[in-house]
């Protein structure tokens, strides 16, 4: 993620900007400039750096002569437009700690983000988004639902065998809820997820990410298979695991990827039925995924972003390396950006850290080597940004 401070000035045009030199005028909405927030807009370099692109206030307003919700950033200092991003139903956006958002945007192949000067900006913009996305995913539901136009229902009737499996059906069709989640309704929640559009994966994302128990109940099921040999129901929460990861959902990924449930994650990724042997992902983590801690880090925070960072690396290069999409690994990528941004910028500030540090190279007890080893560790973590 790009840093909150210290970030580098001087910046090449925005990917998103309709031009330099444009003033305060036709996208602003005098009832919400006092909304503004101060923020710095950052872009993801090739080399997977994060770019300042500047300082300003962003607000959510309508383009003038469209209905068109837009995200705008106006320079602090010569109200030039920063940015200009059409919000989308999409799920591309991120909400990283309390003052940062990021996305990807997919047509023009740019990781852009915002670094807030205050959480409480953050959280406004961030709830104003949410609410917009989910009434444009509204719109396209109802949409949906209106059904085909008179001129397709031959070929909808001629679907057949696919029609008449109703618990599908009806899944696709209004998208209100998935079957219970049980081991024999497994095989119904996969096919609905391997067979729906793309605007029907991201109600299904939507529905998994909001149910609190989806994942308990996916790791218990994992664990009663487990112990009883199951391998038939060991391979279908592989599959079924595996489409979820493939939905590219930032919620769904907060909940998968976090310390509640990465290694029961990891665990069901050892049950690929395309590989006869069971595979030991855990315990290779567990005897090989030390953390080197040269100098202590006190802060927990900053630990389970350094052993996520280790985990997701671990899935995306090794577990599913064939398997991701361009998209979902892009997303694991800028989560990995993100906690390294974070834990650098956290030991940055840590006076602690710091203090150990000059501490150990200070002391006459401790050999050269000794010595060289902390400074090597710190700055192979700061080289990956500055």
Known sequence: MPPTRGARAGSPA??????????????????????MKRVKVYRLEDNGKWDDQGTGHVTIDY???????????VDEEDNDTLLLHNITPDDIYRKQEETIISWRDPEKALELA??????EGCSYIWENMCNIREDLQS????SHVAGPKPALKSLVASRGSF???????????????????????LSVILKTILQCGMKEKMRVADLI?????????????????????????LHIIFRLVKAIILLNSSAIFDKILSD??????????????????????RAFLKDHAVLKKAIPIKNDSVVSKIHQTYRIHYIKDVILLKVLDDATLKSLN?????????????????????????????SSNISAGSKSEPVKLVFDDIARFF
């Open 114 to 119: 915002l670094s807030f000067q205050e959480a």
């Open 260 to 281: 509640d449930f990465i290694l029961d994650i990891i665990g069901v990724l050892e049950y690929d039925p395309e590989v006869h042997i069971v595979q030991s992902h």
């Open 209 to 233: 990410s909001k149910d609190r128990d989806f994942f308990p109940k996916i790791v218990n099921l994992f664990k009663t298979c487990k112990d009883i040999g199951d391998m038939d129901g």
């Open 163 to 185: 029609l008449h499996d109703k618990s599908l059906s009806s899944v696709n069709a209004e998208l209100k809820e998935l079957p219970p989640l049980e081991l024999s309704s």
């Open 63 to 73: 383009i003038e002569g469209s209905r068109e919700l837009v995200l705008a950033v």
């Open 334 to 362: 800028t989560i990995i950006h993100a906690n390294n941004a974070f834990v650098v910028s956290f030991l940055k500030e840590d006076p602690y850290f710091i203090q150990d540090l000059f501490e150990k190279m200070r």
């Open 14 to 35: 925005m990917g998103e900007k309709p031009g330099r030199g444009r003033k305060d005028g036709a996208w602003q909405g005098k009832a919400l400039r006092t909304t």
């Open 139 to 142: 719109k396209i539901l109802r």
